[in-house]
């Protein structure tokens, strides 16, 4: 029998002691044995730490890592976790996600038959006190066809819109290949994207991945000063389209939608700045402007009849710290 090549799964950690127990019965109990389970913990005051422990007592595939300084972000935790992986794939979760028990093998299975870099699972949108909202998302594979195999340009600008979920499996070398840095909140989300632009070819697996919706207290369930992040990497995402010479009429729809949104942040900024600290309205205020600025700059450098047309009846105004 071939050796089976090793996974790495990263997990960050802080405070999930409610939802830890799902997740790492689904990953102890996977039907793909090789694997260390790397899982970051951000100074969780919860039982969280203990949980984990007490399993990596068990099974030596589980490594709690402790973190040094405090990161608060998802993307921390994979910038300091990746040192630790040492799998030729990468396999990331939330702390509240959780897979079904043959993930990792038809994901693993997949990639080694086609040679694909990335492999994409259902996207399953859970509720867990709600079954009837618990359902599969997204366009792809289309028609069912889990013997598709899409180009990673193709597959990027899909999941822009959401109609591909990010990368469930990943060989390693193209995550290590980024010079990750966690300056922006949703990180994450930005270097999971562009790990497709990197692909020879994207291809599925009929298997689950569970993103839970029903956390409220996840950080990304209300609206903080940093939320704002999530305009500017959008738009550093929409210029990867220039970079990588896609056609002018889908990197206009891209930058007319995100004109819109630039208006509708500021709008929510406009009326929310009174719940920020002066440290956090200057912060908020920051990354409008850069976003404005890197709008400015793909205009400039590209002519796109739409987004001009919207732009002479919805000025982009610069954001003014009072």
Not at 45 to 74: H, M, P, Q, W, Y
Not at 132 to 153: A, L, M, V
Not at 221 to 249: E, H, M, Q, T, V
């Amino acid at each position: 029998m071939i050796n089976k090549p090793l996974v790495s799964v990263l997990v960050p950690i802080y405070n999930g002691e409610k939802y830890l127990p799902k997740l790492l019965e689904s990953l102890k109990n996977q039907t793909y044995q090789n694997l260390e389970i790397i899982l970051v913990d951000d100074f969780s005051t919860d039982s969280s730490v203990k949980k984990i422990e007490s399993l990596a007592n068990e099974d030596s595939r589980f490594k709690l890592i402790k973190r040094d300084t405090k990161g608060g972000r998802a993307i921390s935790g994979i910038v300091y976790g990746i040192n630790y992986c040492n799998g030729e794939y990468f396999f990331y979760l939330s702390q509240d996600d959780f897979i079904d028990l043959d993930c990792i093998e038809k994901c693993v299975n997949k990639s080694l038959k086609t040679n694909a870099d990335v492999v994409v699972a259902n996207f399953v949108a859970y509720y867990e006190n709600d079954k009837h909202k618990t359902r599969k998302k997204g366009k792809f594979p289309t028609f069912g066809n889990y013997n598709q195999i899409i180009s990673g340009k193709k597959a990027f600008y899909a999941s822009l819109k959401w109609y591909i979920a990010s990368p469930t499996l990943r060989k390693m070398s193209i995550v290590k290949s980024f010079n990750i840095d966690d300056v922006y909140f949703n990180n994450d989300e930005y270097y999971a994207r562009q790990t497709y632009l990197k692909a020879n070819k994207v291809v599925f697996a009929n298997t689950n991945f569970y993103y839970r919706q029903d956390n409220q207290d996840a950080i990304t369930k209300s609206i903080k000063y940093f939320s704002f992040d999530i305009l500017y990497n959008d738009i550093r995402l929409a210029n990867l389209l220039i970079d990588y010479n896609y056609p002018k009429r889908l990197i206009d729809k891209r930058i007319k939608e995100l004109l819109k949104s630039y208006n509708v942040w500021v709008d929510l900024y406009n009326n929310m700045k009174e719940q920020f600290c002066i440290e956090q309205q200057e912060y908020v205020v920051k990354i409008l402007n850069k976003s404005k600025l890197l709008l400015d700059e793909i205009l400039n450098k590209e002519t796109l009849f739409f987004s001009n047309l919207y732009l002479k009846f919805h000025k982009l105004e610069e954001i003014k710290y009072e």
